[in-house]
């Protein structure tokens, strides 16, 4: 018998090749890097905050002396507690307001035709493709000129901006997900429209809304561009803006800049471990349609 087909030997060296690095070994290992390329920046962060002024610029990896003299620095002498207040504040509004529009938005796109919906949908999400860099100047103006420069307020618009049409994407594709029968069954039963939504769909459609409210926090927690294009000092400042307090004419204050940053990832960490299956729905499920 002839030698082996040399097409089969060349697909059987790539099954090979394919069975190895699908191996749960390799898997294991590459899912080991990728978590410790993001802890240790983190990781890095929190020891740097531990150290004192001098131990900053030492070489030693370790503080010598740990203290937690540069969270006073960074939470008190420089006022950064204010910038925590303003980015909780700015987040829960804009996911409140972003939610309590979304939400109806989705639900409608996803239920009733009327003449150019698909086209009004679309436009919903092409506001969205805009480069952010780009508006930033219309922004300002607007802003400006409504007398909304260093509040709160200009940057829950923006926020709001942002974030509306990811949540009207994800709610429609949720409620595309519902049968129109759960509707149409209440709608015999007696119910209106809206009670139809409230009483019916609505909490089929919690873990979706949950989801929406987790990554609408998220986002507009961290923020920058807009809220850095409007805020002048800590009335308005959010954490991500406030940072560069710690940046001065004389030089950085490493210390009180890692401590800052530690206390900015404290809660999207935390919503993160203890809401990460709403996550999951709402980058998958919400991914539909």
């Known amino acids: 018998m002839a030698g082996a087909d040399p097409t089969l030997q060349q697909y059987r060296r790539r099954q090979r090749v394919w069975d190895a690095l ?37 070489p030693a990896y370790l503080p ?19 910038a925590v207040v303003n980015s909780v504040i700015v987040a829960s509004v804009s996911t409140a307001i ?13 239920r009733f035709r009327f003449r150019f919906d698909n086209a009004v949908f679309v436009f919903v999400l092409f506001t969205r493709l805009f480069p952010p860099i780009g508006l930033v100047t219309p922004y300002y103006r607007i802003v400006s000129t409504f007398g ?28 595309i997900t519902i049968p129109t029968a759960l509707d149409e069954a209440a709608r015999v039963d007696g119910c209106t429209k809206i009670q139809a939504f409230r009483h019916v769909v ?16 998220l986002y507009s927690w961290r923020e ?19 940072t560069f307090l710690f940046v001065g004419d004389a030089g950085i204050d490493w210390g009180a ?10 809660p999207s960490a935390l919503v993160v471990v203890f809401f990460q299956r709403y996550i999951v729905v709402g980058l998958t499920g919400g991914m539909k349609g």
């Open 22 to 58: 699908e191996s749960r070994y390799v898997v294991h290992l590459v899912l080991f890097l990728a978590v410790l390329f993001i802890i240790l920046p983190i990781v890095w962060m929190f020891i740097t905050s531990l150290k004192t002024r001098q131990g900053v610029l030492s």
């Open 64 to 82: 010598l002396e740990p203290t937690l003299a540069a969270y006073d620095r960074a939470l008190f002498d420089r006022g950064f507690w204010r």
């Open 98 to 110: 972003v939610m309590v529009l979304g939400t109806p938005a989705g639900y409608v796109f996803s």
């Open 148 to 175: 909304l420069l260093n509040t709160k307020t200009g940057i829950i618009i923006a926020n709001v901006y942002l974030w509306l049409p990811l949540v009207i994407y994800i709610m429609r594709n949720f409620f």
């Open 202 to 217: 609505f909490p089929v459609v919690l873990p979706g809304f949950a989801a929406g409210t987790i990554l609408t926090f």
């Open 224 to 242: 920058f561009l807009f809220a850095f294009t409007v805020s002048t000092d800590l009335r308005s400042m959010t954490i991500p803006v406030a």
């Open 257 to 266: 800049m890692a401590a800052a940053a530690i206390v900015a990832v404290i």
